[in-house]
């Protein structure tokens, strides 16, 4: 696999796995942000892990998660004989692990800037729930979740120790950009090594930048 068809390989299943995180990710943060609950501490808590434990540790949990002899692994094995463990099925789902915290939190600002006596007024001139979502809490929180989407995806592109373990660094099967600077480091190959970097700069910067302006409504 060359250098372009890893930053294509990789661009790939980063966008499947902000896709995959977007509705689940966009519940999560509109019911942390409008419901009260017991527990919701916990499920805040677990959803930070990702963010500070280190990505190695991650990645083992998914290992033993999804290995063959696993809980999720074994049933999907067993029942429709589909590995997922070193396959780009697990750089997908090592992906989206590791973004979907920055999701939720930039969504769950989004929701919580939404006045919720428009969202009343909604309800009260007719409106059922899911319409109010979709056409009054959405798109005044549109800007944020933008924000969050863009950063998901960035994050992704720079995921590197969940993968690793979960999806090896096999080539032309689960070789992503980090896997792949990691690999020209070890065999002294710096050029290629340089050329991603400036490549993951690229995205990084641009991602980063239109996450800023979109959050802050300098976009429109």
């Keep these: ?34 419901k009260r609950w017991r527990g919701k501490i916990l ?3 677990l959803l930070t892990l990702p963010l500070v434990i280190p990505p190695v540790a ?21 029942n429709f004989h589909l590995d997922i463990v070193f396959t780009w099925r697990a750089v997908v789902i090592a992906a989206a692990v590791m973004s979907f915290p920055l999701l939720v939190r930039a969504a769950r600002v989004g929701f919580e800037s939404v006045d919720v006596h428009l969202e009343e007024i909604a309800l009260t001139l007719g409106a059922g729930p899911l319409r109010t979502f979709f056409v009054v809490t959405l798109p005044l929180a549109a800007r944020a979740i933008s924000a ?4 998901a995806f960035a994050r992704a592109i720079g995921e590197f120790g969940a993968t690793i373990l979960v999806a090896g660094n096999i080539p032309g099967r689960t070789t992503t950009i980090s896997l792949k ?5 070890i065999l002294g190959q710096d050029v290629i090594a340089w ?20 959050s802050r409504g300098a976009i429109g």
Excluded at 67 to 73: A, D, E, F, N, T
Excluded at 148 to 151: K, T
Excluded at 195 to 214: D, G, K, Q, T
């Design 195 to 214: 050329r991603l970097v400036i490549v993951c700069l690229v995205i990084s910067f641009v991602a980063i930048w239109l996450s800023e302006r979109w």
């Design 43 to 45: 499920v805040e808590t």
């Design 1 to 34: 696999m060359n250098e372009w068809n890893i930053v294509l390989f990789t661009l790939a299943v980063c966008a499947l796995s902000t896709l995959c995180i977007l509705p689940f990710g966009l519940a999560l943060a509109w019911t942390l942000a409008r």
């Design 148 to 151: 969050g989407i863009i950063l």
């Design 181 to 185: 600077i990691y690999e020209a480091v």
């Design 58 to 78: 991650t990645g083992l949990i998914l290992l033993k998660v999804f290995g063959r002899h696993g809980l999720i692994g074994a049933f999907l094995f067993q």
